[in-house]
């Protein structure tokens, strides 16, 4: 008896810890790959972690795949963005049946509302015209940090030391981060501080740095951009003398070279605001993303 006991235990470890735990290290799914990031920042060697959502890849748009499904239901903590921009996660999860922990980067975020005068339409968006993109204002990216640490802290308590530790030196760079943009931007003239990008995912950048964001499309690329309000853009860049036009890269060029040629304004660069490049490109990581972004704008604004 105490023998077929004895061989069960292993089985019985087997079973309680399953994949959540596989390897060793934490399995953790992310919706999009700039929360993956800051789950590898604070993380660390306790983890695995990957995003359904991959570099340069538009999570608006994304389609839930069986094996996504697999992903989550093995998972032992799932991040979600929350804010309307992952709501796909939703029926996933429901779907996974997963036990995960579930963290909502977002929480304590105070978010910002889409203006009325925009006139776009999204109701994809299950918060309709809240912008999602939190994340662009790196004092909001603290709080994705610290939601992140206190949610694997409290799945993987043994852990809790590294995660506070890894956060905290994270933290500090994100400081160092916010200090560098501020410069930046503060040495771009006033007068140039107005751009146009594809699709309004930089309101928080925006509204925390100084400059002004204009998009034909709303909070979200799922949505077509009305006739009107790219012509009504045409003519403020015009009329207001808006150097640059921005592309995107999770968003159609076409849409950006098109205001580029009947406005006269030039192509600035390429923006970053949904996803990270992949490896080896300008943008792999949360910091380096920032700062890509600051330099396109600097380049096109500060002449």
């Known amino acids: 008896m105490l023998g077929r006991l004895t061989l069960c235990i292993p089985l019985l470890l087997l079973l309680v810890s399953g994949p959540a735990l596989a390897d060793g290290k934490v399995q953790v799914v992310a919706s999009f790959s700039i929360l993956a990031d800051f789950v590898r920042e604070v993380g660390g060697e306790r983890v695995a972690v990957a995003s359904l959502v991959g570099p340069d890849a538009d999570a608006h748009s994304f389609q839930p795949s069986p094996a996504d499904a ?20 939703d029926r996933l999860l429901r779907a996974a049946g997963t036990r995960a922990a579930i963290v909502v980067a977002s929480a304590g975020v105070k978010p910002l509302r889409e203006e009325a005068s925009h006139g776009h339409g999204h109701d994809h968006h299950a918060d ?18 610290a939601n992140i640490r206190d949610g694997l802290a409290k799945a993987d308590p043994e852990g809790r030391a590294a995660y506070e530790a890894n956060a905290a030196r994270y933290l500090e760079r994100l400081e160092e981060l916010d200090r560098g943009i501020r410069a930046g931007i503060g040495a771009i003239p006033p007068g140039r501080r107005e751009v146009i990008t594809t699709h309004d995912a930089f309101g928080y950048f925006g509204k925390a740095y100084g400059l002004t964001f204009t998009a034909p499309q709303g909070v979200s690329t799922g949505g077509e951009a009305k006739a009107a309000d790219i012509a009504r853009i045409i003519r403020q860049v015009k009329a207001r003398r808006i150097p640059a036009v921005f592309l995107e ?24 605001s949904d996803a990270l490049s992949a490896p080896g490109g300008p943008a792999p990581t949360y910091l380096d993303m920032m700062r890509a972004n600051l330099a396109a704008l600097r380049a096109a604004l500060a002449e």
């Open 70 to 89: 697999r992903r989550i239901r093995d998972a032992k903590v799932v991040v979600v963005n929350g804010l309307g921009f992952d709501s796909w996660t």
């Open 128 to 145: 309709h015209d809240t912008d999602p993109h939190a994340w662009q204002d790196v004092a909001n990216a603290k709080l994705y940090v």
């Open 249 to 272: 890269n999770v968003s159609d060029p076409r849409l950006a070279d098109r205001i580029a040629a009947e406005s006269g304004a030039k192509i600035g660069g390429r923006l970053h």
